[in-house]
Structures are given as C-alpha cells and as structure tokens.
C-alpha cells in the first residue's frame, strides 16, 4: 500500500500535489461563488469555469516541453506561475480593486497553466515509479485531488465567509508557496530516446512541431489512447460540468443555499472520490482498467440523471456522494490504461494529448448556460447524459477487442528512485 513512497521523489512529489489541489480547488470555489453573487449571471459563471480549461489547446506543447526540458522544470516553473497570480489576487482584494473582469482576467492566466499540472504529475509518476506500483501511486495522487475537494471546498468557503476574500486568498498563496518549495525535491528525468530519430540522419535535428505531431500520431494509432482519449473528451464535456462549474448556480437556484451549501455539495463529491481513491489504493484496482473505465463511466451517467432530477439538497449531496466515488475508479482506471498503452518516449505528450480532452469541460459548460437558460437545469442535465451514456457504449463496443490486458507494459527499466 505504502509501495510508492519508497520512491524519494514521490515522497516530495505527493505532498507537493496535495498542496497545489488543495489551493486550487479553494480558489476555484471562493472565485466561482464571487463571480456568481457578484454578476449574478450564470453566463458569466460559465465563462469563469470554461477559462480554468484554457491551457488544455497547448498541452501537447507542454507535453513536448516536458519531454525536453524535464519534468520538474516544467513543473517548478508553473508553479511559481500559481503563486505570483495568486499573490495578484490578494493585492486587488486587499485595495478593494477586484471586479469579475479582473476575476476573468487572471482566471485566463491561469487556465492556460493549471491543466497542464497533470500532465506533469502522471508522467512523472510513470517515469518514477515501477509498473507494479503505478496503480497505487495514480491512486495516492487522485486522493490528493480528492482531498482537496473536500477540505479544500470546506476551507475555501469557510475563510471566504468569515475573513472575506482578500485574508481568505492569503492562505491559497501560502498554498501554492509552499507547494512551489517541495517541488525542487522531486526527480530530474532524462529523454527517453527516439529510436527513429537515427535512422533519420540529417532529418532527425530536433523539431518541436515533429515532436508534438509524433505524440498525437502515436495516440491515433494506438487503439486503447485513442479509446481512453475519445472516452475521456466525452466525460469532459458531458459529466464534469454538471458536477463542477455548474455547481454554483445549482447551490444557489436549485437548492437554495448559500456559499457553506455550495461547500458541502463539492465536499460530498469530494469524499466519495477520496473514498475511491483509497480503494484504489487499499486494493490495487480493478484487474481490467481498461473494461472498468467503460463500466463506471456508464454508472456514473446513470447517476448524473438522478442528480440532475433532484430537488432536495439533502438527496443531492448523498448523489454527490456516489457520484464521486464512481467517477474516481473510472478516471484512475483511464489513466492507468494510458500510461500502460503508452511507451515510454512518448510518455509526457500522450500525458499532454490526453489533456485536450478537458477542452470538452468549457465547450460543455458554455452549451450548458445556454441550454439551462432555455430548457431548464433538469431536461439539460438528462440531456447531456443521455448523450453520453450513448457514446460511452459505443466506444466499449468499437474497441472491445482492443481493450484487453494492456498490450505494451511498462518496463522497470523506465522508471527511476531518484
């Protein structure tokens, strides 16, 4: 169970994680209930949630890079980018300067970085960390997302109500701060070699356009990336915003709470997708990551349309509950169907391929202001997981004879203790 933490990277690498989720997830929900109380406009709360994603165009670019310039580099350098427009955050509110315009602004900063922090994370868990122990290790790393979903949330609304945004956004750039630190304690990585560049002589010179085309090539033409990668854009633009961006608006217009209610509602999803993570963990995972992600996706579409009909927050928050728990085996189950289909030279731009799928979450949060507005949160909720119940099938059957025991293992020559 505590296999990964023999690894010294990832003794500094985890704690790192868990401190970047946590200040995100607490700026996340302390922007999102201003942006809402302040504009009162769901549009404007869409248009909030759909620039966190913004970054998710360059992330085979950041891919690349990861690949060419290391891990940790990346990692450190985003990072330090957290905690300077954190630190902008405070001083507008500490002069009484911040409007929703500024919000937006600096969430258009942010967006183009913060989706690419996975990235980094799970190529450096697979390059790390030894193939009998990924399982374990993506599980860790998905407790401390979910984790921060949950005191996170909590600590987020709590010190926005109490001490008011500008003393609450104090302690998110501590966060990202001290996250920053502990990142210099994780592994140096080495380019993995491309044994093709030699039989390419003269033509193997690097380039950084043929380096991101080599990595989305080889998620096209690998069938269990390009199942993981279409099934995960599906989940991205039909599932994640009924249970993300879109919670401010179903806190304050369908349940009819206040930010502490909109903390609890993200606190339930969060718990169970921690519970999950710990099973992951505890257990070592479903023995078919790649059937398991079809199957919890499916379940979880069939929960969204009993949370989207909910008009009790009471049954909501227990919906939220399950729905977090099955999203969490879903989605760590892609992923470690990911890292097992890809090989290791490639490693960081599939991690960065597999990111343009969180470009679906702001194409659907922006579909969704739209279709509330004109459907109501209910028929658009069934709506969208319909859609996706659908389409989630059909991947299963088109790939169902590629979806076996992952083909191309990794090897523990590919991983390093450092």
């Not at 302390?30 to 909030?48: K, N």
């Not at 950041?62 to 954190?86: H, K, N, Q, S």
């Not at 979910?146 to 609304?157: P, Q, T």
């Not at 890292?339 to 679906?360: H, K, P, S, W």
């Amino acid at each position: 169970m505590t296999g990964p933490f023999r690894v010294r990277s990832f003794r500094f690498q985890w704690p790192a994680d868990l401190l970047t989720s946590w200040a995100t997830e607490m700026e996340t929900l302390i922007l999102g209930w201003y942006v809402m109380v302040d504009s009162g406009s769901v549009l404007m709360l869409t248009a909030f949630g759909s620039l966190q994603s913004l970054g998710t165009l360059a992330s085979p670019v950041f891919g690349m890079l990861g690949d060419r310039l290391g891990v940790r580099t990346m990692l450190c350098t985003m990072r330090a980018a957290y905690v300077l427009l954190a630190a902008a955050v405070t001083a507008l509110a500490a002069w009484d300067w911040l409007t929703p315009v500024w919000v937006l602004a600096i969430a258009t900063l942010t967006g183009i970085v913060r989706p690419n922090d996975l990235v980094m994370r799970n190529a450096l868990i697979g390059e790390t960390i030894p193939p009998p122990q990924q399982m374990g290790a993506l599980g860790f790393s998905r407790a401390s997302q979910d984790s921060a979903r949950v005191a996170g949330a909590l600590a987020g609304a709590g010190l926005s109500a109490a001490l008011g945004i500008g003393t609450a956004y104090v302690f998110v750039t501590l966060f990202y701060a001290a996250s920053f630190a502990l990142t210099f304690g994780v592994a140096r990585s080495r380019p993995a070699p491309d044994p093709t560049r030699a039989a390419r002589g003269a033509e193997a010179r690097p380039s950084p356009y043929r380096d991101v085309k080599d990595g989305l090539v080889h998620v096209a033409t690998t069938p269990a990336l390009l199942a993981a990668m279409l099934l995960a854009f599906l989940i991205n633009i039909s599932a994640y915003p009924v249970t993300s961006g879109l919670l401010p608006y179903v806190a304050r217009e369908v349940y009819t709470v206040d930010s502490t209610g909109l903390g609890w509602l993200v606190a339930s999803f969060g718990l169970g997708a921690l519970a999950g993570s710990i099973v992951i963990v505890a257990t070592g995972g479903p023995r078919r990551p790649e059937r398991a992600m079809i199957v919890y996706a499916a379940l979880w579409y069939a929960l969204l349309l009993g949370f989207g009909a909910a008009r009790d927050v009471r049954v909501g928050l227990a919906l939220m509950l399950v729905i977090g728990f099955v999203q969490s085996i879903a989605m760590i189950s892609l992923m470690a169907t990911m890292l097992a289909a890809a090989e290791a030279r490639f490693r960081t731009r599939v991690m960065g391929a597999r990111q343009l799928a969180v470009y679906g979450m702001p194409l659907g949060l922006m579909a969704a202001g739209v279709l509330i507005g004109r459907m109501g949160w209910a028929a658009t909720v069934g709506m969208y997981c319909a859609v996706g119940l659908v389409f989630t099938l059909a991947i299963g059957l088109r790939w169902r004879g590629s979806l076996g025991p992952a083909r191309r293992a990794l090897t523990p020559s590919t991983s390093r203790t450092a």
